[in-house]
């Protein structure tokens, strides 16, 4: 057996299965798995359901349950997607991102819709809304595309502003050396030996 298929059959063990018609895959992201459309996924399309127990607030047992899976549907119905055939959990925050989460509470599901046209290979992803970004993500920082990039520029913008009084220092400190050498040259300072005139 080979290098790559030995791969492929290590990443069938971990990966849970995906069926070649769903226009996504799970795959390696930036901030561990993610979800990846395989196929162009059309603005208002319908990608994938968020699934799991329906948890009720009302039951202590319920109530105590914690993790990073839980959506909530309203004050009294929770969804636990923590469980493995829940392909959705897979998906990452963003905050600009290019789906949503159709929440029906009468219903008691939850779906994940484009609201842009998704391309294949991109990270499908959603904002996991303002509860949510306090409680896990601003603690660690938020590391979706958009949030580093401003990142990226905020750095790049204060590596530039810190060569600019860099320059400025030098620029000062040369121009101070110049008036000096200037100032002992046209004076009374002068290094050299002075030949006294014999008689």
Known sequence: ????????????LIMPATSSNKPYRVGRSK????????KPIKKGTRIVRYFGPIL???IPAHDEIENKYLFELNGRW???GSVRKNLARY???????????????RERKVFIRAIRNIEP???INYDYGTDYFKAYLKPIGCKCDSCEKKRKKLRAEARAETAKVKARKAKKA??????????KLNGKHFAGKAGRAKA
């Not at 901030?31 to 395989?38: E, M, R």
């Open 31 to 38: 901030t561990g798995l993610g979800l990846f459309a395989t």
């Open 1 to 12: 057996m080979g290098f790559s298929s030995l791969v492929r059959v290590l990443v069938y």
């Open 121 to 123: 290979g991109d990270e």
């Open 174 to 183: 040369g121009a101070k050396t110049t008036a000096t050498k200037k100032k």
């Open 78 to 80: 929770t969804i636990d």
């Open 56 to 58: 009720d607030s009302r």
């Open 91 to 105: 998906i990452n925050h963003s905050c600009r991102p290019n789906a949503e989460s159709d929440v029906r509470p």
